[in-house]
């Protein structure tokens, strides 16, 4: 009876740890709240948009993706058609002749953004970061800013945003309404990894400020205005409620998200010289082929012990 005991208990362990286990794996593997990205609408396939009271550009910017304004007048528009890879629509017929009038279609775009803001702001924080992003690593989730402000800055370091392997990760920042939402420094990087798209990375912000040469990732959804100094790449959008939008020599594309679910590239969070100051631990850090060792060994010794019980009594 007691040999009967033990083995049933043994029997229950290997169970119980086997089990354990994998429920590490899965809980590991959906350590961050996922997130549904920030819905645009009809404002999704702009690369511009701007409220008033103009959309600037000295000298001449590269832009893929449409541009739109509302409600100031078309002719604040200072772009010309062969430098958008897209339709540049107007309210009016008062700017230049190859713009397409579509007032209900911009209106439309801005009530959308206006919704997709309030969206934003109220998708409940994952967790509170300082004002500096730069030298950090991000996992998927929302981001509030304590002192109101984000900011990237070139000494720091890149900003790295993994995906953790799902390219439907979705990296939402919130930033409050007192000062610059959004400053970006000279030669400021963000990065993306492991699956992480462009398409997929919200700022929500009051104004935003990118300066010369940085490069950037995400949608600037912001209460006011947006301007961006010369020579810097921005793979998103600039989407302006109320306030203008200035450029400089700039490229803009419209992020694009590619399709699949997950990716095989490595989970890891590290990246080479920078500390990872990002949220730990590190989601999709534990997987089958690292933890089926520990299960056969737990496996193998209750086996064994189960036998010699067997052979001594």
Excluded at 50 to 66: C, E, H, L
Excluded at 117 to 145: C, H, M, N, Q, W
Excluded at 196 to 212: E, L, Y
């Amino acid at each position: 009876m007691k040999v009967f005991n033990k083995r049933s208990l043994a029997i229950v362990l290997v169970v119980a740890l086997t089990l354990g286990l994998a429920g590490v794996v899965t809980t590991s593997h959906r350590a961050y709240a996922a997130q549904a990205p920030v819905d645009l609408q009809t404002a999704a396939p702009f690369a511009i948009l701007s409220g008033t009271p103009n959309i600037t550009d000295s000298p001449t910017s590269v832009i893929t993706g449409n541009v739109g304004m509302s409600p100031a007048a078309s002719s604040a528009i200072g772009l010309l058609c062969t430098q958008v890879t897209g339709i540049i629509y107007a309210i009016d017929g008062t700017g230049n002749p190859c713009f397409t009038v579509n007032a209900p279609l911009v209106v439309a775009a801005k009530g959308d953004l206006t919704a997709a803001y309030i969206d934003a702001a109220g998708r409940t924080p994952f967790s509170t970061v300082p004002t500096e992003l730069g030298g950090t690593t991000k996992i998927p989730g929302v981001y509030t800013s304590g002192a109101t402000t984000f900011g990237i800055t070139a000494g720091a370091g890149p900003l790295v945003l993994d995906g953790q392997g799902d390219r439907n990760a979705v990296f939402i920042f919130e930033a409050g309404f007192s000062g610059t939402g959004l400053t970006v420094g000279p030669g400021s990087t963000v990065s993306l990894i492991n699956g992480a798209q462009a398409c997929n990375v919200f700022w929500k912000v009051d104004t935003a400020s990118i300066n010369t040469t940085a490069v950037f990732k995400g949608s600037i959804l912001a209460l006011n205005s947006i301007s961006v100094a010369n020579g810097a790449n921005i793979e998103g959008r600039l989407l302006a409620r109320n306030g203008n939008v200035t450029l400089i020599n700039d490229t803009i594309t419209l992020p694009v998200c590619t399709a699949g679910s997950t990716t095989s590239t490595s989970t890891s969070t590290a990246v080479p010289g920078l500390p990872n100051t990002g949220i730990a631990p590190t989601p999709n850090s534990v997987s089958w082929k690292t933890i089926t060792p520990y299960v056969a060994v737990v496996a193998v010794g209750s086996l064994f012990y189960l036998a010699r019980k067997k052979s001594t009594s």
